[in-house]
């Protein structure tokens, strides 16, 4: 495609972006993100499913792994985010060459910090899968494991920088194309690998790398079509500049997902000191609690691109109309999802781990614990990615880094300290709780503004 079809492609975007009632236009880029959250999810869950089949210490070995994700997710993000945020409001201000260079530097240092991340972890892997919780139990299980996650980190992290800015585009479907076929193909090759092959928790992890090799290459295809910004090695541009406003779009990604992985780590070893059964319940509630916030994820994602091209545009009413869209809808959504995870909560624990009552039961709690705090994130969702997007970086990184950093893991230490295990139980809701009372000023006084 030559600059002229490209520039054509890019004018007619942003044509629509400030013109299609804004509902509209929403739920189109929606649907497509949402569905690449919740296939994502799906096959995240698929793992769980499959290796708890091989007993608690392997589910256990899964949640062990959660804040190695959490931290290839952060960077994936981070660079992503922060390249897309600033290409959507470039776009919007039809400025596509500097556009293009933010996304060949985006993606570029995706895969280089992949790179490191794949060198340092192979080389210390047992002291990784201590410092991430596993028990001398889990440990086997946890290095099969963790061993192809490292491997795949250079095109998981440029996979997920891709798909970010394909989204921020307003060209969601190619990016649904690129990670709902490497999921499909993940929940194929997981019970191929771990039961036939005979390859346990290696055969999960060896799934999840392959399927994501596929997904980059079917991204980095979308990048070349229907007039969107290509990612050229060329235009790689490392200067300070260029990631001085990563950093002002990506930072909050960086943040809420490096937080995660802090808590994450610290729940795993806290968690670890009442057996392993904890830890399985844990982690099975987390896969849980992931599908439904993909779902409201993936309504957010529909929403950035929207948010950032109509605020480069100034169009600024049609932001707020945006914003209280997604608000009211998400909030209606967790609601209804609340009252089915409490209702039937041990069911659902049951189907991964029918066998272990400990598990069923200590999980059944988590999920209901989770449920009290769960309807009130979706201000906070939005508020943060509509901060971030227009780049308001400070207040966006501040919301981003209270519900881990300013509320779950203090609270970690002293919960546990008071009351155990069930202390553990009920700091995420407190923390819910927490961060949506401390993120209402903030959210007002943003709104008030873009009158």
């Given at each position: 495609m030559n600059s002229a079809e490209a520039g054509a492609g890019a004018s007619t975007r942003l044509e629509k972006m400030t013109s299609e009632p804004v509902r509209k236009l929403i739920l189109r880029l929606a649907a497509p993100t949402t569905a690449i959250m919740l296939v994502s999810s799906m096959y995240n869950m698929a793992d769980t499913y499959f290796v708890s089949s091989l007993g608690t210490s392997a589910t256990a070995a899964v949640g062990v792994a959660l804040p190695l994700m959490a931290i290839i997710q952060a960077l994936g993000f981070f660079f992503g985010n922060g390249s897309g945020n600033y290409i959507s409001r470039a776009l919007g201000a039809g400025e596509g060459e500097m556009a293009e260079k933010m996304a060949a530097t985006g993606v570029c240092s995706a895969f280089i910090s992949g790179v490191v991340i794949t060198i340092f972890g192979t080389l210390f892997l047992t002291p990784l899968a201590k410092l991430l919780g596993s028990t001398a139990t889990i440990m086997p299980y946890a290095r099969g494991y963790l061993l192809f996650i490292l491997i795949g980190a250079p095109f998981m992290i440029a996979s997920i920088s891709l798909n970010n800015l394909l989204r921020f585009q307003g060209s969601a479907f190619f990016g649904m194309l690129g990670m709902v076929s490497g999921a499909v193909l993940n929940i194929a090759l997981d019970p191929l690998l771990i039961f036939v092959f005979r390859m346990g928790t290696a055969g999960a992890s060896l799934?999840?790398?392959?399927?994501?090799?596929?997904?980059?290459?079917?991204?980095?295809?979308?990048?070349?079509?229907?007039?969107?910004?290509?990612?050229?090695?060329?235009?790689?541009?490392?200067?300070?500049?260029?990631?001085?406003?990563?950093?002002?779009?990506?930072?909050?990604?960086?943040?809420?997902?490096?937080?995660?992985?802090?808590?994450?780590?610290?729940?795993?070893?806290?968690?670890?000191?009442?057996?392993?059964?904890?830890?399985?319940?844990?982690?099975?509630?987390?896969?849980?609690?992931?599908?439904?916030?993909?779902?409201?994820?993936?309504?957010?994602?529909?929403?950035?691109?929207?948010?950032?091209?109509?605020?480069?545009?100034?169009?600024?009413?049609?932001?707020?109309?945006?914003?209280?869209?997604?608000?009211?809808?998400?909030?209606?959504?967790?609601?209804?999802?609340?009252?089915?995870?409490?209702?039937?909560?041990?069911?659902?624990?049951?189907?991964?781990?029918?066998?272990?009552?400990?598990?069923?039961?200590?999980?059944?709690?988590?999920?209901?614990?989770?449920?009290?705090?769960?309807?009130?994130?979706?201000?906070?969702?939005?508020?943060?990615?509509?901060?971030?997007?227009?780049?308001?970086?400070?207040?966006?990184?501040?919301?981003?880094?209270?519900?881990?950093?300013?509320?779950?893991?203090?609270?970690?230490?002293?919960?546990?300290?008071?009351?155990?295990?069930?202390?553990?139980?009920?700091?995420?809701?407190?923390?819910?709780?927490?961060?949506?009372?401390?993120?209402?000023?903030?959210?007002?006084?943003?709104?008030?503004?873009?009158?």
């Open positions: 799934a999840t790398m392959i399927s994501q090799t596929a997904s980059f290459a079917v991204l980095y295809w979308g990048t070349t079509r229907a007039g969107n910004v290509r990612v050229r090695l060329r235009n790689f541009t490392p200067r300070p500049g260029t990631y001085a406003e990563i950093l002002r779009g990506g930072l909050p990604s960086l943040l809420r997902q490096g937080m995660m992985s802090v808590s994450s780590v610290l729940l795993n070893n806290l968690a670890g000191g009442y057996g392993d059964a904890v830890i399985a319940a844990v982690s099975i509630v987390n896969r849980i609690v992931l599908i439904a916030n993909s779902a409201i994820i993936g309504l957010g994602q529909g929403f950035q691109p929207v948010c950032g091209f109509n605020y480069g545009a100034r169009l600024y009413d049609r932001v707020r109309k945006g914003f209280w869209f997604c608000f009211f809808s998400s909030t209606a959504f967790l609601l209804a999802v609340s009252a089915v995870c409490f209702a039937v909560a041990p069911q659902i624990i049951a189907l991964f781990r029918r066998d272990d009552l400990e598990v069923v039961t200590l999980g059944a709690y988590s999920l209901r614990a989770q449920c009290i705090g769960f309807p009130l994130m979706g201000w906070v969702v939005f508020q943060n990615m509509m901060l971030q997007t227009i780049g308001e970086a400070v207040p966006a990184s501040f919301l981003a880094f209270a519900r881990q950093g300013l509320f779950l893991v203090p609270l970690l230490f002293i919960l546990e300290a008071l009351l155990g295990v069930r202390g553990i139980q009920l700091c995420t809701p407190i923390a819910d709780i927490g961060t949506f009372l401390i993120s209402l000023p903030i959210g007002i006084h943003a709104l008030r503004k873009l009158r």
